[in-house]
């Protein structure tokens, strides 16, 4: 089925650790991009991009890097963990209709 | 930028009985959608329902139809016979008309936790 997919599903980091969320999409969209959710604050921004080879920051960009190689996918990068950081982490495309999201990446910083 | 408010944190209802969510938002836009998402305890995000700002005609999805007032920033979410399954939280969400929404993305609001009760 066409969609979006993200992995992993859940992950536990120590402080300072580093690690990489993944994201892929069969959708063949121009556009993805990456939000966190925290509890009581809805879904904000972190980075987005409007094809391969062009990123650029959302709302809450601070501690992370993304990059863009392919259509296909749009990893997410956690240099130096902080518990400020733990949350639920969606990935989405956006089409002509709206929004896929991923199944999202629940993430915990020790 | 944008800001969406959803100004009831929790409702409950019970089944079979209609429900209406409350969204307002603040744009300077005059083209941009509206959606509303459901989010289950599985956590995976389900658009529930998306209305075009260019649209009078409010948007109807079987059982969910919306009440779009423009000129008041009023977007509310109507289910009608309501089931179990409906019980989750629920988000509107605004996007500029430009493809993705650009640098604002998806804008959220906070969400209504809504349950269904037997």
């Known amino acids: 089925n066409a969609g979006v997919t993200q992995t992993p599903e859940f992950q536990v980091l120590k402080t300072g650790q580093s690690m990489t969320l993944q994201c892929a999409q069969d959708?063949?969209?121009?556009?993805m991009s990456w939000y966190r959710q925290d509890p009581g604050m809805g879904l904000r921004l972190i980075h987005y991009s409007v094809g391969a080879g062009i990123t650029d920051q959302g709302e809450v960009p601070n501690g992370y890097n993304v990059s863009r190689s392919t259509t296909e996918d749009f990893p997410l990068r956690l240099l130096s963990a902080a518990p400020s950081q733990t949350s639920v982490y969606f990935c989405?495309?956006?089409?002509?209709?709206?929004?896929?999201f991923g199944s999202g990446t629940r993430l915990t910083v020790v | 930028a944008q800001t969406v408010t959803q100004s009831q944190p929790e409702m409950s209802v019970q089944e079979a009985e209609t429900v209406t969510l409350s969204c307002t938002y603040d744009t300077s836009e005059s083209n941009y959608y509206l959606f509303w998402y459901k989010q289950p305890p599985s956590r995976q995000m389900i658009l529930v329902i998306r209305?075009?700002?260019?649209?009078?005609q409010n948007a109807t999805e079987n059982r969910f139809s919306v009440n779009f007032q423009k000129a008041a920033k009023s977007f509310s979410l109507k289910i009608s016979d309501s089931q179990l399954g409906d019980t989750a939280m629920y988000f509107c969400a605004f996007m500029n008309h430009y493809s993705g929404g650009g640098a604002d993305g998806l804008t959220f609001g906070k969400g209504t936790h809504l349950i269904i009760q037997p």
């Open positions: 209305q075009e700002a260019y649209k009078q």
């Open positions: 989405a495309t956006s089409g002509n209709y709206g929004y896929t």
């Open positions: 959708m063949n969209h121009e556009y």
